[in-house]
T-cell receptor
Framework: AAGVIQSPRHLIKEKRETATLKCYPI?????VYWYQQGPGQDPQFLIS???????DKGSIPDRFSAQQFSDYHSELNMSSLELGDSALYFC????????????FGPGTRLTVL | QKEVEQDPGPLSVPEGAIVSLNCTYS??????FMWYRQYSRKGPELLMY????GNKEDGRFTAQVDKSSKYISLFIRDSQPSDSATYLC????????????FGAGTRLFVKA
């Protein structure tokens, strides 16, 4: 079965640089979520989108922005990167009629040097 | 106090044991309750999800939700070494946004 695809899988950036993470949801899933997971931490909800509109917002820094496109893929843009932004970033998707079924992608490991 | 509390463990059991994992929560608005399994450096894998109260069984896994006590459980029967992982509970209110809160995760070790 198709799964959530994230790219890139690994990313190394310098402080103050910009990064863009991409997420391709499972086909026919119209809801996308972004999470940040630090070492030894639980996933922290950042933001979600339903039908290309932002539907909820969590602890996402103002330096981050995200959007969902017409083909339902989503991008997380991170600017002025800080050392503390180093983490695993997960995207998850779900169908809107079964919001409890969030399926996670493999994650993007971001390292900020 | 966190909205979702989960004992981080570690929990070590012999192969074949019944494992009981649980979480408590404080937000009475939570309606969706999920359990995920996460292996090191991998994405969380959805094991079970329940809407509102009740029990749900899937193979060796049983999820229970007691909204009156704000307490959820995951039982694993006939545990296997391959079940060794971190188990995360997650929950969300039934809103248009679906902000999801995770527990800290319980590390489980199943010894052969």
């Amino acid at each position: 079965a198709a799964g959530v695809i994230q790219s890139p899988r690994h990313l190394i950036k310098e402080k103050r640089e910009t990064a863009t993470l991409k997420c391709y949801p499972i086909p026919r899933h119209d809801t996308v979520y972004w999470y940040q997971q630090g070492p030894g931490q639980d996933p922290q909800f950042l933001i979600s989108f339903y039908e290309k509109m932002q539907s909820d917002k969590g602890s996402i820094p103002d330096r981050f922005s995200a959007q969902q496109f017409s083909d339902y893929h989503s991008e997380l843009n991170m600017s002025s990167l800080e050392l503390g932004d180093s983490a695993l970033y997960f995207c998850a998707s779900s169908p809107s009629d079964s919001l409890g079924e969030q399926f996670f992608g493999p994650g993007t490991r971001l390292t900020v040097l | 106090q966190k909205e979702v509390e989960q004992d981080p463990g570690p929990l070590s059991v012999p192969e074949g044991a019944i494992v009981s994992l649980n979480c408590t929560y404080s937000n009475s608005a939570f309606q969706y309750f999920m359990w995920y399994r996460q292996y090191s450096r991998k994405g969380p894998e959805l094991l079970m999800y329940t809407y509102s109260s009740g029990n749900k069984e899937d193979g060796r896994f049983t999820a229970q939700v007691d909204k009156s006590s704000k307490y959820i459980s995951l039982f694993i029967r006939d545990s296997q070494p391959s079940d060794s992982a971190t188990y995360l509970c997650a929950m969300s209110p039934y809103t248009g946004g679906f902000k999801t809160i995770f527990g800290a995760g319980t590390r489980l070790f199943v010894k052969a």
